[in-house]
Nanobody
């Protein structure tokens, strides 16, 4: 199971840190990722870490994904937030260390956490 937290309301230019707690002892063998879904839009890839780390273009240089395998935790540090970052953010995991950016490749999903960036 995955449980995301850390969302909230922040002004443009501000920062938030999302966390995702995972249960189970195999967390370190999974690729993990963050996705987001804005109202009326499809869920989209944000960042992932497995054998390597990758980001969607729109967040590169502003967001940092990290993991702590000892704590079975995933994080997303979001800086220089923009109104277009407003969305529900979801953490996800897949039973492979191969990094993939498509939603269908992920086996486990957490409930989302709302991030709202005001202008």
């Amino acid at each position: 199971q995955l449980q995301a937290s850390g969302g909230g309301l922040v002004q443009a230019g501000g920062s938030l840190r999302l966390s995702c707690a995972a249960s189970g002892q195999t967390f370190g063998t999974y690729a993990v990722a963050w996705f987001r879904q804005a109202p009326g839009k499809e869920r989209e890839f944000v960042a992932a870490v497995g054998w390597y780390t990758t980001y969607t273009v729109s967040v590169r240089g502003r967001f940092t994904i990290s993991r702590d395998n000892a704590k079975s935790a995933l994080y997303l540090q979001m800086n220089s937030l923009k109104p277009e970052d407003t969305a529900v953010y979801y953490c996800a995991a897949r039973r492979s260390m191969a990094v993939v950016t498509t939603t269908g490749a992920y086996d486990y999903w957490g409930h989302g956490t709302q991030v709202t960036v005001s202008s």
